[in-house]
Each structure stands twice: as C-alpha cells, then as structure tokens.
C-alpha cells in the first residue's frame, strides 16, 4: 500500500515557539524565555527563519538516531520541529539538486557545541549521501578523521573539556566526502597552557594509553609529572579516559589509511616535542663576558637524538648558536639562556603545528576524491569559539578576530539573502538598523591602521621591539576607535579605568569587551625559528622530520623573513572569507546553557549575554522587519485549506488563487499579508497564530466529524450485519420446521397411500382371480365342446375324403385307360406320318438331289446345315413327344431343355402346350360341370385373399337348393308362391337388430327377387327386388355375418337393411353377386369390412367384428351393445 504522506508543519505540537520570528511580542526577555521553556523540554533547536539556534544540551539527546535521520529526509524545512537534521537536509538538497555551493557556519563561544554540531551535520550528510562501497570507504575515513583531529588538535580548557584549537572546514562534494581543511592551529598550548587548562589530548593519550613496550620505543614514561610541556593541574579530565581514546585514535588512523611506519614516526615526533620540554638550559659565562647557553642534562637531547635520528652535537649546537646570514656574510651569534629557551620552545610548537598540518594533508591524501572535475561543495566551518578568559593574550585575539569575521558574514549574508528573497518574490524592502561589526573589524585588520598591521610594524621595525612600544603605537593610532579601550590611549574616558591595567588593552568585540594582555604579543607575532634549528631538523635521519623543514635544506635557504603570525592568520581568514561569500551560507549558531558544563542548567543571564552579542534578536528583527512569516502557496494551501469551503477539501486552481480565496473568507485584513511570486508574506505572527487557532479548532470539528462519521458508519455496519444475521438465523430456523413439517405429512401420506394402494390391489387380485377362474372355465367348456365337434367333424370329414378318393381311383383309372387308348392310337398315327415323312423326305431328297445336283456343291452347306437343323428339329419334337408330361393342368413337369439355342421355343412350346392341355381339360367339362367353376371362379375373384372364410369354401361344392322345397310338403305354399326358378334355397339366420339375437329364414334367391320366408311356416316374410340391393357388406374373418343393403327409398326398404349369419356365405354371396349382374346388368357391390353400417329402420347400426372371443366356443355370437353398435364376436 502506497505510504500516505502525512504534511506536517513546525506549528504542529510546538513547545513555546519553534521559530523566533513568530515571537509575540518580540522582546530579549520574551526570547530568552521561549528559550528556556524549549530548553526545559529538552527541545534544543530553535529557528530564526532559516537559522538554527542550538543550545548545548550536556547531555546525550535521544534524537540523533537513524529513524530521525530518515523522518528529516527530503522534508521540507517548516515542516517538522527545528532540527540541526533539517538544516543539514536543506543545506544537502540545494547541493544536490540546485547544485548550489553550500557552506554551514557554525559559530558561538567555546563549549557551546560546535564541534558536535559539525559532526552531526557530517554523520547526517554521510547518512543520505552516495552509496557505494568506494563512497562508503571515503565516509568512513572522513568521519574517522575526526577523532585523530581531535586528539591532536583539541585540548581542555577552562571553558571546554574538548575545545577545537583549530579551525576546521570540511568539504562534501555533491555525493562524496572530498577534503578536511585545517588552519590556525594555536600552537602555543604545546609549551605553556593557561591553568586549568591542558595541552592538547595526544600527549596525555600517548602517555596513558600506550604499552610498555611503546613507551619505551618512545623513550618516554607513563608519569605525566616527568614532562614540564604538560601542566598538571588538570591532567585528568572528568569522563574522559586517555587511555582508551588512544586507543580509538590508532584505530582510526588505520582507517584512514595511516601505514605502521607512519604512525610510528607521527608518535615519535609527538614524543620528541614532550621531550624537548625537558631539555633545560644553564648559563654560562662566556670569555667575552656574554652569557652562553649550556644544556642541562644531555640525556634528554640524546634521547630526543635517538628518537629523531638527528646527530646530537648539530642539535647541541643549534640550541647554543643563531646564525644569522646577512648578504652572503654569516654571523654566528651564542644565544643567552632566555634565547635558548625561546629556541627550545619555538622548535617544539613548529615541530606539532607542522605536525598537524603534515597530518591534514596526509588525511587529504587518502580521502581525495577521484575525480578531477569540479564540483559544487558542501563546506562545514568549525571553528574555535569566541573566548574570554582572565588572561587573553595574542591566541585569543586571534580567534575572537576569526569569530568577529565570521559574524560580519554573517550579518552580511543573512541580510542579503533577506533581501533577496524579497527581490525574488516581489516584495517591497524596508531598511533595517542593525549593529554592524563591520567597524571592529576594521580595528584589527585594517591594512594602515588595524591591530595586525601595528603588530606586524612593530616586528620589523629595527631597533628595540618590546610587547610595550605595540602597546604605545596601539595607543597612538587607535586611540579615538570606539571599540578600542586604554588607559595609557589617549582617551580621556579610559584614564582612570581601574578595571584596565597599564599593560593591557581592551577591545569591544561584537562579543563582548575582552581585555588583552600585551605581553608576548611581538614574539608570538614572531614566530621565529632559528635557521640553525630547522637546518638541524632537515638534517634529521627521519624521513617524516625531515619533511617537514623543508626550508631546513641549505640548498634552498631564502633569507626573507618568514611571514609573521598575524599576517598569515589574517591571509587565512581572509581567504576563509572569501570563500565563504561563493556559497550560500547556513548557520548554525550555538549557545552556551551554563558554565558549568551540567545539563539542565539554564542560566538566564549567560544566555542572554550570548543572545546579545550573536545579534540574535536584531537577527529576528531582520527577519520580521517586512514579513515574520513567509511560506510557498501550495504549503500555505495545504495547511490552512479546511478553514474555507471554497478549498477544502480540494481546490482546484493555482495554489496562489487558493491562498488569495482563504484569505478573503477569512476576512484578514489586507495590509497584513502580501502575496509574493511562490509565497504569502504575513506580517504579524499574530495573524499566523489566529489561522492556527483556527486550523486547531477546524480540526477538532473535523476530527469529530470524522468520528462521528466512523462511529455512525460501524453501527451501522454492525446493525446491518445483524440484521443479515437475523434473517439468516430465521431462514434457516423456518426452513428446518418446515421441512420436518413435510417430512411429517410425506410419511402419513404414504401410509394412507400404502394403504389405500393395498386395499385396491387386493380388491383387483380378487377380481383378476374370479375372471382367471371364468376364462379357465369357458376355455374348458369350449375346449370340451370344440372337442366334441372337432372329433364329429373329424369322422365326417374321414368318410367324404374316402368317398373323394374312391371317386379319384376310379377316375384315374378311367382316364389311365383313355389315354393309353389315345396313345396308342397316336403312335400309330405318328409312325404312319413319320413313314410318310421319311419317304417323302427320301423322295425330296431324291427329287432334290436330283433337280439341284447341278448346284450342289454351291448350295451343299446351307442345306447341309438346313437339313441338320431340320433333323435336330425333328428328334427334337420326336423326343419331345416321348417326354410329354401328363396333361394335367396343375402338372408343372415339363422335360429339359436339349439345345441352348432353343430356349425359347422350348418355353413357346411349353406354352403353347399348357394351354392346349387347358383347353382339352376345358373341353371335357358339362354345361353344369362349366357352371360350377364359372361360379367357383367369380366366388375367387371376389373373396380370394379377402375374407378369412373363402379358403374354406373352395372344396365345397355349390349345390344352391340346399333346401329341398319342391320335396317338403310343408313349403308346398312357398313353392306355389314363387314361380321363378330357385338359385338359392337355404336357412339363414336373421339377427334381430333389437337385440342381436338369430331367428331362421329360408332365404330363396330368384332370378329377380331374393325372398325371406318364415322356416317353420314357409310364409313368405319379405320380398326384395334385385335391383333394391344396393350392397352386401361383411367382415374379412372367419365368420357367417352379411348384410344385404337396400336401396333407399324402394318398396323393401321400410324396415331397413337385412344382416344375415350363413354357412354358405361365399356360395350366397356369389350367387347373388352373379344373378344381380345378369339381372341388372350392374356389379353389386361387395364391401368386405370388420365395421360396417346397417340401416335399421331410421338408425344406422355399426356392426363391429371382433376376433378372439371364445365364450361360445367356434361359434360367432352377435350382441346388441347400444343403440348404435353391434358387436359381433369372431373365435
Ligand atoms: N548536541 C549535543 N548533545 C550532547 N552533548 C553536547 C551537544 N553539543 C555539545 N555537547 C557537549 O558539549 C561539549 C562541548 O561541545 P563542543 O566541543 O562541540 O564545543 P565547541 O563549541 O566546539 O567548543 P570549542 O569552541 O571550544 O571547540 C561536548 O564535549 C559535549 O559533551
Ligand atoms: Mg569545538
């Protein structure tokens, strides 16, 4: 999830207020105050605009970690409480990104915290800066670089247990360390250091620290008492173990890059310089009356010797002579013991302060960045604090003139770049009075007039020179300069000034007055060094000694006078200076909480002191002098947007259009902001503190939206999920009842259904059992009676066929006997006819022969062939007549083929003979005979394959007058009624059409009439016209039914249609159908279907025949169903 970034503001949470200029009201008391209350809660940083106040808190602060060093990275300057942090991540970004040359100033008095602050800045810039392990390597060994600076240039002192004596830039290139720049070392703590205070840390860490072994390659002893260089005093310092920080510094210097031999030789000259202390002088008078110098106790010197390789009497004799070489003339002058002491001394602190430098540049060497391009820099200026002690003499007028130098820049570039922004921004600028030091630093530097040039007049100025003719020329020129104060000036107001004693002077530093001792002012100017000396040291056996007198070289000897002090620090400031003004500064400005140098001491009075002379206030004052607070439109916006509807919560125009919106509906009165090109300028930090009262109490109205929008939103949530809950819960509580419900009705609902099904199923088992019983019955009934019948007509059938087969013998017989006759006369026949044919062919032949001899041989073939043909013909016929089948029409034998190119005649022939034997079968019948099979073919014709009956028929023959009228007395009126010859005389069963039930009727077919007649008493009951029968209808089955349809309308019709049930149906129906036809000369019509309609009377009947009922056994029964249907069930 993308990190929701959170914009915070320097208002947020501040403990009184975190940047000055927004003090209301505006007063030294109200500053201090605001001071100490952050002080108090441990807030140590303050701003004044984009100047950091630092107080010196004395004690680890929880808030140098890590985790802050990524809270102030890349946030904005205002956007979290004052941080050094912070200025340091601005100082970095317009390095990195703006590629603008930085520098951080960090000034105020000793102890106030500087060094620290230069190195929290440093492990800051180290944090975010490059990664690599290259960059990595080179930022360790810079920040390395510190405790080994440390130790060798810093010491104890009254008002500091680490103060820096030196002067000391460090410079960042855009994303690497680059190079340490130290100057102004204040050498003359090597030999002498005011009480209470210490030489610098690296004698006594060599001292406590180093083995025994160490020591005595050393040739020194762990008794800090042996060694006059160190004062004792103050020799330990609270907190602070030599021991182990010796300890440290060896360790860094192996990280920074320092070889075994290097460190060796470093510590060997530091030894050396603690030696040289111990050499002591004694006079001794001389031939020519002059004092002369003798060492002591030589072996100090030998030792020193030893340790430096130097030959032991050059050295001797360097302490005890000056040559002094003068237009190619050298003068050799003994030096008193004074001299001596003063050449001792000098040795010693040119020995360390060469020493140091030798150091920086060897520390250069190895974190030198790589590339030869130049960058831009991040320079970070730690410098030694302004000082007032009880005794000030040249060393601190040094450094207080470095601190007065550093606090015109200050004032110079802070007002510029004040003024700039309001040039930038389009602002109008007001002037603003504030105390320039400007003057102060014209006092000492002044090329004419300055303290510098007076001292440096003094040096070169042949004759008597003396610490008090400087005073006396001070005292001349600078007498009427406001900042300088004398008693022997010739300033009437400084005459009885107790406070000033004769040999001093005073100058009013930005800082305060700090009174300078003369004394020693000329020689430290001085700085000589004796020529023999530096040649004794070039000479040394010791390669890092010998380096570091270069000018010791006689090759090389210039003879102009080295430079003095004071012009050289005066170059190095200037150059400090000036290279200062190329970069875009930011200040870090330290003050000092106490004396004591206890955390959570806040003397009031101290810190006013320093708030004073660092010019804090009118620094405020610069600051506010148009506009306290200032802020880019899109912050601006941001912050205050929630306090106008128009804005909040988005807006979306240019932020400035934003800004201009707030403003007006917040109704601040015009002349209380200005809105420049990219900020808002407000005048008033009141106006400020108004919109942040404001923000605050929007925000709490916000915030208790904003909860009471959550709050209404979870319950909501919650009663919602509840009610979801609650249905659910219900849901399933009702489908479960219901579905015990229906689980409850599903089982009695198949028990009633068990039972109700049982119930009907025992019920239609009783039923199918009584009706299995019934069919078994009638079946055995039937099968009885049909037995019977069957056995009846099996007996008679049995005596017609004997009576048939008697009749076939006989027939046999007598057509055997005929044909034989006919045969027989048929051969004779044929053998004549062949005789006859033989002969005639013979005589053909002849004839032929005869007649065609002549063509003979022409026609030979063809009749050949003819002849073959006919002859083939002829045995082919002859054979045939041998094989002829017997002429019955249904003999289906008929010989084989003998050629294949007969095929067809032998198919013709078979024709042509099959209907031959049909006719000469044909021709055998009767008249009578020719009538059955007329009637026996019609009856085919219209039954054949159509009714199930038909193939029955076919061997009966048609007798017609089955009924026997003429012979029966009891027809005797019948037969006197009908006139007309009888076809049919027969006893039919006429069905009742009301019940269905059979009455008998002899049915007499006429050659126009058909007649019905009762049986018993052969009176005629009907008598129907042929030409009133329209149709005779039945069924395709096995049964007897018919009807006789008559023509609607005639005279028969009255009582509708007859149905009749006949054993003769075929013959009947045959007869009928043939008369009909030979009557009217019209085919009656036959429909042969199982449902047919019948006219009875007005009702049409449908006769419907069913097969497969056997409940009369073979004989078909007719049953009335209903009005309309009759049912006629076939076996
Ligand atoms: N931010 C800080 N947190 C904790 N202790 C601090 C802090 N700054 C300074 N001190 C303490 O104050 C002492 C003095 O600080 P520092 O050496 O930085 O002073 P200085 O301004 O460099 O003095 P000088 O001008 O004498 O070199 C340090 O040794 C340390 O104990
Ligand atoms: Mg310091």
């Keep these: 999830m993308a990190k929701m970034e959170v914009k915070t503001s320097l208002l947020d949470n501040m403990i009184g207020v975190g940047d000055m200029v927004l003090l209301e009201p505006l007063s030294e008391d109200s500053f201090i105050n605001n001071l100490k209350k952050r002080f108090d809660h441990s807030e ?69 915290g500087k060094t620290e602050a230069s190195k929290l800045v440093m492990s800051y810039v180290a944090a975010v800066c490059g990664k690599g392990a290259e960059v990595n390597q080179v930022k360790e060994q810079l920040l390395q670089s510190n405790p080994v600076l440390e130790a060798f240039g810093n010491a104890k002192t009254v008002r500091n247990d680490n103060s820096s004596r030196f002067v000391k830039k460090m410079l960042w290139q855009k994303l690497t360390p680059m190079t340490l720049s130290l100057d102004l070392l204040e050498k003359s703590r090597v030999v002498k250091q005011p009480r209470g205070e210490r030489n610098f840390h690296i004698f006594y860490q060599i001292l406590s620290g180093a083995s025994e072994d160490m020591l005595n390659k050393l040739k020194l002893e762990r008794d800090f008492s042996r060694y006059n260089y160190l004062s004792l005093d103050s020799a330990r310092v609270n907190g602070v173990d030599d021991a182990v920080n010796f300890r440290t510094v060896r360790n860094a210097m192996q990280i920074v890059g320092f070889m075994d031999h290097e460190t060796q030789s470093i510590l060997e000259v530091v030894a050396a310089v603690l030696k040289l202390g111990n050499i002591e002088f004694k006079p001794e008078s001389r031939v020519n009356g002059l004092d002369e110098s003798k060492i002591k106790d030589k072996n100090e010197l030998k030792e020193i010797c030893e340790l430096t390789g130097i030959d032991q009497s050059v050295l001797e004799r360097a302490f005890s002579f000056r040559t002094v070489e003068a237009k190619q003339e050298k003068v050799s002058t003994t030096l008193n013991v004074a001299q001596a002491y003063y050449a001792r001394d000098a040795l010693a602190k040119n020995l360390y302060s060469r020493l140091f430098s030798w150091l920086v540049t060897r520390i250069n060497e190895s974190i030198k960045a790589q590339t030869k391009v130049r960058k831009k820099v991040m320079g970070v200026l730690d410098i030694y604090g302004f000082e007032i002690f009880e005794d000030n003499s040249f060393e601190q007028f040094i450094i207080n003139y470095c601190n007065e130098k550093l606090q015109q820049i200050f004032i110079e570039l802070t007002l510029k770049e004040e003024q700039e922004e309001y040039i930038r921004e389009d602002i109008e600028w007001t002037h603003i009075e504030y105390f320039n030091n400007a003057i102060i630093c014209d006092l000492i530097e002044n090329n004419q007039t300055g303290i510098l040039a007076m001292l440096d007049e003094e040096c070169l100025r042949p004759g008597t020179v003396t610490d008090d003719t400087f005073l006396e020329k001070l005292n001349q020129v600078c007498a009427t300069h406001q900042h300088f104060e004398s008693r022997m000036s010739k300033c009437s107001r400084f005459l009885n000034d107790t406070s000033l004693p004769h040999s001093c002077f005073r100058i009013q530093h930005y800082a305060g007055k700090v009174m300078y001792q003369v004394e020693g002012f000329v020689d430290k100017n001085n700085d000589l060094l004796y020529r023999d000396l530096s040649q004794a040291m070039w000479k040394a056996n010791h390669s890092l000694i010998k380096a570091l007198f270069p000018e010791g070289n006689p090759a090389k000897i210039n003879l102009k006078r080295p430079p003095t002090a004071g012009s050289q620090f005066k170059a190095s400031v200037a150059t400090l200076m000036k290279n200062l003004q190329t970069k875009n500064p930011n200040y870090i400005r330290c003050i000092k909480p106490n004396d004591k140098k206890a955390a959570h001491i806040f003397n009031e009075a101290l810190v006013c002191h320093q708030v004073r002379y660092l010019g804090l206030l009118e620094n405020v004052r610069v600051r506010r002098a148009g506009y306290a607070f200032r802020q880019p439109y899109e912050l601006c916006l941001e912050r205050y947007k929630m306090l106008c509807k128009q804005t909040w919560p988005h807006w979306r125009g240019p932020a400035r259009a934003g800004v201009e919106v707030l403003f007006n509906e917040l109704e601040i009165p015009k002349e209380e902001y200005s809105f420049g090109r990219s900020k808002i300028f407000i005048r008033n930090p009141r106006t400020l503190f108004k919109l942040e009262d404001l923000r605050k109490q929007r925000l709490e109205d916000l915030a208790t939206l904003i909860q009471k929008m959550y709050r209404g939103w979870k319950c909501r949530t919650h009663f919602l999920l509840m009610k979801r809950s609650q249905i659910v819960i219900a849901s399933w509580c009702r489908r ?3 579905q015990k419900k229906y689980q409850r009705i599903k089982s009695s609902a198949i028990v009633v259904q068990s039972y109700i099904r049982g119930w009907k199923a025992r019920k239609l088992l009783r039923e199918l059992k009584h009706q299995k019983r019934c069919k078994e019955a009638a079946t055995t009934i039937a099968a009885y009676w049909h037995g019977t019948q069957a056995r009846r007509e099996l007996r008679r059938l049995k005596e017609e066929a004997r009576n048939k087969h008697a009749i076939a013998v006989i027939w046999a017989y007598w057509l055997g006997y005929k044909a034989r006759r006919e045969l027989k006369r048929l051969k004779e026949e044929a053998r004549r006819k062949h005789a006859v044919a033989v002969i ?7 004839k032929v022969r005869r007649e065609y001899r002549k063509f003979f041989r022409a026609n030979a073939g063809r009749k050949i062939y003819e002849f073959t043909l006919q002859k083939i013909m002829q045995k082919y016929f002859l054979e045939m007549k041998n094989k002829m089948p017997s002429l019955s029409p249904v003999d289906k034998n008929w010989p084989a083929r003998p050629y294949l190119f007969l095929d067809s005649t032998h198919k013709e022939l078979k024709r042509i003979f099959h209907l031959w034997r049909c006719k000469k079968y044909r021709d055998q019948f009767t008249d009578q005979q020719k009538l059955i099979y007329e009637e026996k073919l019609e009856a085919s014709e219209l039954f054949k394959d159509k009714k199930a009956l038909y193939p029955a028929s076919v061997g009966q023959p048609f007798h017609g007058a089955y009924l ?9 009126k019948l037969k006197d009624a009908v006139e007309e010859k009888i076809i049919i005389a027969e006893v039919v069963n006429k069905i009742n059409r009301a019940n269905g039930k059979c009455a008998s009727r002899i049915f007499l077919l006429t050659k126009n009439n058909v007649l019905l007649a009762d049986q018993k008493s052969g009176h005629i009951k009907s008598e129907v016209p042929l030409g009133d029968v329209t149709k005779v209808s039945m069924s395709s089955q096995n049964d007897g039914f018919f009807a006789v349809h008559l023509k609607e309308g005639s005279g028969a019709a009255g009582k509708g249609d007859f149905l009749f049930s006949s054993d003769h149906l075929i013959e009947m129906a045959t007869k009928l159908y043939r008369t009909t036809l030979s009557q009217t000369r019209q085919k009656l019509n036959i429909e042969i279907s199982d449902e047919f309609l019948v006219q009875f009377k007005q009702d049409k009947v449908c006769v419907k025949f069913i097969q497969g009922n056997q409940k009369n056994g073979n004989i078909p029964t007719c049953k009335r169903k209903n009005n309309r249907l009759l049912e006629v069930a076939v076996p």
């Design 964 to 972: 026997e009228i003429s012979k029966n007395p009891k027809y005797k």
């Design 736 to 738: 479960y009842a219901q």
């Design 840 to 846: 005639w062919a013979y005589w053909l032949g002849l």
């Design 44 to 112: 140590i940083y303050t701003y004044i605009g984009s100047v950091v106040v630092s107080i010196n808190p004395y004690r680890p602060l929880p808030i140098y970690s890590p985790e802050k060093v990524e809270e102030y990275r890349n946030r904005n300057f205002y956007e979290l409480s004052p941080h050094i942090f912070s200025l340091s991540d601005e100082a970095y970004r317009s390095l990195r990104d703006q590629d603008k040359d930085q520098c951080i100033l960090i000034t105020g008095e000793s102890g106030a």
